[in-house]
């Protein structure tokens, strides 16, 4: 089953490069999340989305920028990374609008990214 | 805030034993959800229970079964007659009610079942 679908899967960037990672969900929901998954540490939440707006910014740096044109589809623009930003990047969906807990989220493959 | 713990980083065990993977919760709130994600090496986090903080009833489902109990903040989970299909890393997570729809995971158990 593929709910959630993310591309790449693997990228390699240079700090200096700009790139974007694309998720994009097929099961009709509401609510998409990018989580930050390091080595080591718990997947930390990136950004809440719902209805295509922006709902959360856990406080993440400007060189990480969503953007959510539908309720499908969400993207995560990159530029100028450092090589700490290495990580598996993780988008979810849930159902409901995200701006309440309890809702279950479903989540992506994720893009494993390597910062050079 | 809210705080999950898993204190095991890494379990092993043979084909067909049991397993628990424990979880200790911290939060204020009075309602609150816990999750259990299984994550294979492909990556993808898996969805395998939510449950809410008012409902303690233990749970079964086909081999694995969990055991919520507010008293003591935990939430473990059990896979009997484990199987290879099994190792992948384990995350428990909770969400309060309040606030947005953010899950705070644990740093995982990684579980490797041998033949």
């Known amino acids: 089953e593929t709910g959630v679908t993310q591309t790449p899967r693997h990228l390699v960037m240079g700090m200096t490069n700009k790139k974007s990672l694309k998720c994009e969900q097929h099961?009709?929901?509401?609510?998409m999340y990018w989580y930050k998954q390091s080595a080591k540490k718990p997947l930390e939440l990136m950004f809440v989305?719902?209805?295509?707006?922006?709902?959360e910014n856990n406080s993440v740096p400007s060189r990480f920028s969503p953007e959510c044109p539908n309720s499908s589809h969400l993207f995560l623009h990159l530029h100028t990374l450092q090589p700490e930003d290495s990580a598996l990047y993780l988008c979810?969906?849930?159902?409901?609008?995200?701006?309440?807990?309890?809702?279950?989220?479903?989540f992506g493959p994720g893009t494993r990214l390597l910062v050079l | 805030a809210q705080k999950v713990t898993q204190a095991q980083t890494e379990i092993s065990v043979v084909e067909k034993e049991d397993v628990t993977l424990d979880c200790v919760y911290e939060?204020?709130?009075?309602?609150?959800?816990l999750f259990w994600y299984k994550q294979p090496p492909s990556g993808e986090l898996v969805f395998l229970i939510r449950r809410n903080s008012f409902d303690e009833q233990n749970e079964i489902s086909g081999r694995y079964s969990w055991n919520f109990q507010k008293s003591t903040s935990s939430f473990n989970f059990t896979i009997t007659a484990s199987q290879v299909v099994d190792s992948a890393v384990y995350f428990c997570?909770?969400?309060?009610?309040?606030?947005?729809?953010?899950?705070?995971f644990g740093t995982g158990t990684r579980l490797t079942v041998i033949p």
């Open positions: 997570a909770l969400s309060a009610q309040t606030g947005a729809n953010n899950l705070f």
């Open positions: 989305y719902n209805f295509k707006e922006q709902t």
């Open positions: 979810a969906s849930s159902q409901g609008d995200g701006l309440a807990g309890g809702e279950t989220q479903y």
């Open positions: 939060t204020r709130d009075t309602t609150y959800y």
């Open positions: 099961l009709g929901h509401n609510a």
